[in-house]
């Protein structure tokens, strides 16, 4: 656990770069325990990148990431996944299982733990969906045979289903229309509340980060160029703030066209 | 531009190429005999690839036999020598044909659909949220794949071989007016079983090729739905070709005196 006034997650230093392309410059973060901390910033500018490092799903090039002070970049096999198993993903495209149905989905990081058998994995699976307002009949369809909403909500309870105490949340209402998001933003407050859990997002939808952040930080250029309370948003102070949740087109943002 | 450098960088592509390949399989074969295992995941693939390539490994294999007998006979009949039809058959069909071209259809069949399976859980994310649900997926995913087409695809042959010849015998009995008790007569005196052994030994080193190139090329797939189109041609090419030079290394090492 985290010690006092030491945060749940600290990222200093980021750095990594896809050949020619520097997509982090020295990315410094931190994530309170307990705390949810929304990353906004433009396409491509390295939020997914971010939380994929701290999944170690990508290696950076250099930098520090502690969690509960422990360093976890360049953790390998078992330590890894001992690390992992505190953690929860919620994925931007659900990233459900296409071969499995919807309950194996939910219970596979509980079997994969070796938290449950697969048969006493099944109740756990039904009550989380339950949680997330889905039926048990729900439980025995494919990923396919969901909506793109009832997706997100299966992909939201296989992140929580292990009760994790870190969630992450990749653009958790892209490609929802705007009722749908705002449920599954309601679902995501309640189910970090309920566990209790330290919540990292990436979002560009403003409407989803002012109702899920305690606290936002704007990603550009590979670096965190402006963080504070979500009440302190609109006056910021930031030019990049400004432009970016006031949707300009004019300002000191200027977008890729290539990734 | 210097067309020595361009010939060096090639090469020096290639080699980095292999040396990716032979570590993707190391690290695969590693995670075979290591725990944890995934047993029901396992037997998925030995069905998937066993039972459902039995009709195309079947009906490959049976034509092969027939046409065989009918070309043996014709090619024989000019110097008088029509009784080696069966043994001809027998041979060719448990030291190469069987294996080989059971090789070829589950290449086919199930190394494009594994690539096209893993690239497109690549490109959905998928993998990544394997490993986020303490699993590995080169254990989970990769691993039984491996070993299933390692097992599966002699048990194939087995069957290819046995239809095979029996392909050769209906067309003998038939078509080429041959007695059966001869016919199967030749074909026992023929057949010993260091042929059926060495189309089992190729089998094997066939389906454990179709399953590693399909895991690879669709493991490593990127660029969406194209990337995973070319990530299933790619895997059915590159094992395409392993199963021709290994065929020839694996005769050679069988039957070169």
Known sequence: MSGPGEPKIRIRGLHKAFGEKEVLRGVDLDVGAGESVVVIGGSGTGKSVTVKCALGIVEPDSGSILIDGAESVGLKGAAREAVNARMGMLFQGGALFDSLPVWENVAFGLVAAGQRTRRDAKPVALETLAQVGLGPEVGGLMPAELSGGMQKRVALARAIAARPDIIFFDEPTTGLDPIMADVINDLIVECVRELGATALSITHDMASARKIADRIAMLHDGRIVWSGPVSEIDESGNDFVDQFINGRATGPIRMAVRR | MNPLAAIGRAFLALLEAIGRL????????????????????????????????????????????????????????????????????????????????????????????????????????????????????????????????????????????????????????????????????????????????????????????????????????????????????????????????????????????
């Open chain 2, 22 to 257: 032979v570590l993707f399989a190391l690290s695969a074969v590693t995670h075979i005999v290591r725990p944890p295992f995934y047993p029901r995941v396992l037997l998925r693939q030995m069905v998937d690839i066993g039972y459902y390539s039995l009709p195309v490994v079947a009906l490959t294999t049976l034509f092969s036999g027939m046409v065989l007998a009918l070309q043996s006979h014709t090619g024989f009949a000019r110097f008088s020598a029509e009784g080696a039809v069966a043994g001809v058959v027998s041979l060719a069909i448990t030291r190469e044909l069987a294996p080989v071209l059971a090789g070829l259809m589950v290449a086919g069949r199930v190394g494009a659909s594994m690539a096209a399976e893993l690239g497109t859980m690549r490109v959905t994310e998928q993998i990544d949220a394997l490993s986020t649900l303490s699993t590995d997926p080169m254990k989970y995913l990769v691993a039984p794949r491996i070993l299933a087409g390692f097992a599966m695809l002699p048990l194939l042959v087995l069957v290819g071989d046995v239809i095979g010849i029996f392909g050769g015998y209906i067309v003998g009995i038939y078509k080429l007016d041959f007695a059966p008790a001869v016919y199967i007569d030749q074909t026992w005196r023929f057949v010993e079983v260091q042929d059926v052994v060495s189309g089992l030994v190729k089998a094997a080193v066939f389906g454990f090729l179709v399953s590693l190139m399909g895991c690879y090329h669709g493991y490593r797939s990127e660029g969406g739905a194209q990337g995973v189109g070319r990530a299933a041609t790619n895997a059915v090419v590159s094992s395409a070709i392993l199963i021709l030079v290994f065929n020839y290394i694996i005769t050679e090492l069988f039957f070169a005196k």
